[in-house]
Nanobody
């Protein structure tokens, strides 16, 4: 009913930048919070950044000042601008959206398939 598709991952050198995108499509009535998570090998998935439907943002301490989350509500898309990347940012990045589908009563969480970000020289 709802699909989230991430793009923009890749290999970048330390200090470089990447911009991730996540587009939601399907039977969407409205989207609440949208979030980016990441999971490094052998580690738990962790919240990186979140943005409310009204644009309020929150960031995990390790990315504050380097990452910026934004959204385009008309396109049902959330972005993650990542600057000053470090090797420890290497992970699979997933987007998550809190979606009310057309005809639905309650919101549900939907996940993208993930996009690999590798920071290495």
């Amino acid at each position: 009913q709802v699909q989230l598709v991430e793009s923009g991952g890749g290999l970048v050198q330390p200090g470089g930048s990447l911009r991730l995108s996540c587009a939601a499509s399907g039977s969407i009535f409205s989207i609440g919070a949208m979030e980016w998570y990441r999971q490094a090998p052998g580690k738990k998935r962790e919240l990186v950044a979140s943005i409310s439907s009204g644009g309020r943002t929150n960031y995990a301490d390790p990315v504050k000042g380097r990452f910026t989350i934004s959204r385009d509500n008309a396109k049902n898309t959330v972005y993650l601008q990542m600057n000053s990347l470090k090797p420890e940012d290497t992970a699979v990045y997933y987007c998550n959206a809190d979606v009310l589908i057309i005809g639905g009563i309650f919101r549900n969480d939907y996940w993208g398939q993930g996009t690999q970000v590798t920071v290495s020289s």
